[in-house]
């Protein structure tokens, strides 16, 4: 397995815009013997309830969202730019029929607690769910972003998660 350091959260130096949104994540919930993952780029990292938390989101639709319903931990895993195409392919192929691992070639461990996270990844949250909730269109007060992101009404959950170890190389 490979070699991670485990650091508190608040000690994070990643810019969590570039991290999140530009170099994207893997969201992976289930245990070892029967798991799924994710691409996502929406999601989001601060403190909240006197806990460093970790926010993602998963519509209902994708093959994660049974397993994050089920678990009480998931991970999010971010990499270095050479695994962009692992990611590309874990974003665009469901986990219902295909073998993400074999395809991409990453090597999943079990966390502390149980959960998913993966070898290459060069940072790691692993996280225990605390919250979540529906998005609904009652709540969007910019209409076009309702538009444009929901126009087949299939409203994400968000899962706001502990972040209960932080992992790097």
Not at 18 to 44: C, H, P, V, Y
Not at 96 to 117: H, I, N, Q, W, Y
Not at 129 to 151: I, S
């Amino acid at each position: 397995m490979a070699t991670f350091i485990e650091i508190p959260p608040a000690r994070l130096s990643h810019n969590p815009f570039q991290t999140i949104g530009r170099e994207w994540m893997l969201i992976t919930a289930g245990k070892i013997d029967a798991f799924n993952t994710m691409t996502a780029s929406w999601g989001a990292w601060g403190h909240l309830w006197n806990k460093d938390v970790a926010i993602c989101f998963v519509r209902p639709q994708r093959h994660t969202y049974g397993f994050m319903e089920v678990g009480e931990t998931y991970t999010l895993s971010y990499f270095d730019a050479s695994w962009r195409k692992a990611l590309e392919y874990c974003g665009s192929h469901s986990g219902r029929d295909v073998d993400k691992v074999r395809e991409t070639g990453l090597t999943p461990f079990a966390t502390e607690s149980g959960a998913v996270a993966f070898e290459q990844a060069s940072l790691i949250l692993e996280c225990r769910k605390l919250y979540f909730a529906d998005l609904n269109e009652a709540g969007f007060t910019d209409m076009q972003v309702r538009q444009q992101m929901y126009e087949r009404d299939d409203f994400h959950r968000a899962y706001i998660g502990e972040i209960l170890h932080a992992l790097t190389r």
